[in-house]
């Protein structure tokens, strides 16, 4: 979580580029915005102006960064584009989130060399993984979804908050969630996201995976929380991080 290729999600992202226009740009009409993911290799994003519409494409490896990274990323590339200075603070959630990338991508390279995964258990210090896993089961899919092993992440991740990972039927859920301030509704919908990738195997196509897709996200929208947990995520999982971490 939280990705996908969908139009909304695609259009969503195009709103925060025109929301950082607009920041930079009171007095002018934020432009039209085209937003794609795209097939590059790596990490590598463009931003470019045709006939007066702003086309990004931002690199398909990044397809489940998270709104609050992708609020950094536009403010990076939108600054790149207007030709002002990068800003540490505002460009900070991108990075971490790449940085968060490149220890999940070397990771999984070293998990598939050893074919062996990190397991540390469904029981948090707040909540069980596998009691809220059996309430969505029941309440959502007719207790028809097998469990996968579940697992609280060893580290505590602020922008991964959650993984499928199908090759070992593992979900794991990021131990930054496993918190008094995270609303239970919160911690559900990570889990009830993760859950749809079990029930809506990746599709291909044209050479490349659609983790989510129409169907996918049409199902998410029914989590009761939606909204709120999305808004929650938004907002809120930054004021997890230790304050010393904190700039
Ligand atoms: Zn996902």
Same mark, same amino acid.
């Given at each position: &979580?939280?990705?996908?290729?969908?139009?909304?999600?695609?259009?969503?992202?195009?709103?925060?580029?025109?929301?950082?226009?607009?920041?930079?740009?009171?007095?002018?009409?934020?432009?039209?915005?085209?937003?794609?993911?795209?097939?590059?290799?790596?990490?590598?994003?463009?931003?470019?102006?045709?006939?007066?519409?702003?086309?990004?494409?931002?690199?398909?490896?990044?397809?489940?960064?998270? &709104?609050?990274?992708?609020?950094?990323?536009?403010?990076?590339?939108?600054?790149?584009?207007?030709?002002?200075?990068?800003?540490?603070?505002?460009?900070?959630?991108?990075?971490?989130?790449?940085?968060?990338?490149?220890?999940?991508?070397?990771?999984?390279?070293?998990?598939?060399?050893?074919?062996?995964?990190?397991?540390?258990?469904?029981?948090?210090?707040?909540?069980?993984?596998?009691? %809220?896993?059996?309430?969505?089961?029941?309440?959502?899919?007719?207790?028809?979804?097998?469990?996968?092993?579940?697992?609280?992440?060893?580290?505590?991740?602020?922008?991964?908050?959650?993984?499928?990972?199908?090759?070992?039927?593992?979900?794991?859920?990021?131990?930054?969630?496993?918190?008094? %301030?995270?609303?239970? @509704?919160?911690?559900?919908?990570?889990?009830?996201?993760?859950?749809?990738?079990?029930?809506?195997?990746?599709?291909?196509?044209?050479?490349?995976? @659609?983790?989510?897709?129409?169907?996918?996200?049409?199902?998410?929208?029914?989590?009761?929380?939606?909204?709120?947990?999305?808004?929650?995520?938004? @907002?809120?999982?930054?004021?997890?991080?230790?304050?010393?971490?904190?700039?």
């Amino acid at each position: &979580m939280i990705n996908g290729d969908s139009e909304q999600l695609l259009s969503e992202i195009g709103e925060i580029y025109r929301d950082t226009f607009a920041r930079f740009d009171p007095e002018r009409r934020p432009p039209q915005v085209h937003v794609r993911f795209y097939p590059y290799i790596g990490i590598n994003h463009t931003i470019r102006v045709r006939s007066g519409q702003v086309f990004v494409r931002i690199a398909e490896i990044c397809h489940d960064m998270p &709104m609050v990274a992708q609020h950094g990323l536009a403010d990076i590339l939108v600054r790149k584009l207007l030709g002002k200075r990068a800003s540490r603070r505002t460009g900070e959630p991108y990075e971490e989130y790449v940085r968060s990338l490149e220890i999940r991508e070397r990771a999984d390279h070293s998990r598939r060399t050893r074919g062996r995964k990190v397991v540390t258990g469904t029981k948090g210090e707040v909540y069980d993984l596998d009691e %809220i896993f059996d309430s969505l089961n029941f309440w959502y899919f007719k207790s028809s979804v097998k469990k996968p092993t579940l697992t609280w992440s060893p580290r505590k991740s602020f922008h991964i908050l959650g993984h499928h990972d199908s090759t070992h039927d593992t979900i794991s859920i990021s131990r930054s969630l496993d918190s008094t %301030i995270v609303p239970r @509704y919160v911690v559900e919908y990570v889990l009830f996201h993760e859950m749809l990738h079990i029930v809506h195997p990746a599709v291909h196509h044209n050479g490349r995976r @659609y983790h989510h897709t129409v169907t996918f996200r049409r199902d998410e929208r029914r989590f009761p929380h939606y909204h709120e947990a999305e808004r929650w995520i938004t @907002y809120n999982v930054g004021k997890l991080r230790p304050a010393a971490k904190r700039k």
